[in-house]
Nanobody, 124 residues
């Protein structure tokens, strides 16, 4: 079993920055991808960013390219989401998830372990 715990959410004004952290524990050896997803009330869950653990290759959703960055500290099993130039439309619950394999790294059904989420609110 893999356990994921998110932290770092909060409230910021438009143009501000936040860094989210996702700490993995338990059975982490099988993790191939870690990703961030977000879901706003009444909307579908959206893939934000993903990283392939071994190669470090990253994937970003179109709506966050140029503003968000995903990175990892492999040794501590922690993945980060640096969010800059935040906009009100970035307001959502942000979830960390892990997958043992994914041919579509930003597609939620590819992921089998999920954290509880951390809220990000951006005010105008």
């Amino acid at each position: 079993q893999t356990y994921l715990v998110e932290s770092g959410g909060g409230s910021v004004q438009t143009g501000g920055s936040l860094r989210l952290s996702c700490a993995a524990s338990g059975y982490t050896a099988s993790i191939a991808y870690v990703a961030w997803f977000r879901q706003a009330p009444g909307k579908e869950r959206e893939g934000v960013a993903a990283i392939h653990r071994d190669s470090g290759r990253t994937y970003l959703g179109d709506s966050v390219k140029g503003r968000f960055t995903i990175s990892q500290d492999y040794a501590s099993n922690t993945v980060y989401l640096q969010m800059n130039s935040l906009k009100p439309e970035d307001t959502a619950m942000y979830y960390c998830a892990s997958a043992r394999g994914a041919y579509r790294p930003l597609f939620p059904p590819q992921y089998d372990s999920w954290g509880q989420g951390t809220q990000v609110t951006v005010s105008s």
